[in-house]
């Protein structure tokens, strides 16, 4: 089944957000513009994009897209490789 980010992004998004107060904040209050911005990519206007986060009381789980969305939605990680963005911040690299 295909995912819309790779585990990589998922894990440095967290990472970033982790270290970085006012970036979780930007993710919460406004996910798509923060990772468009964090990409240096222009979604899909179609593309929804939300944010959850885990709290004591509140587990999230993310099931994997259906097989039959739609393609160029799902190639978005592909999208980005052919670009020759590497993931981190502004496709610069890694967070750090």
Known sequence: MATLLNDNLQAELAERA?????????LRENPKAT????LSL????????SIHQESR??????????ENQSPEILELTEDIAVAGCSWGANCK????
């Open 57 to 66: 009381d509140a587990l999230h789980i993310v099931l994997p897209a259906l």
């Open 18 to 26: 982790a270290k970085d107060p006012e970036f979780a904040s930007q």
């Open 35 to 38: 990772l468009s911005a964090f």
């Open 42 to 49: 222009e979604l899909p206007e179609n593309l929804e994009v």
């Open 93 to 96: 690299g890694s967070v750090g």
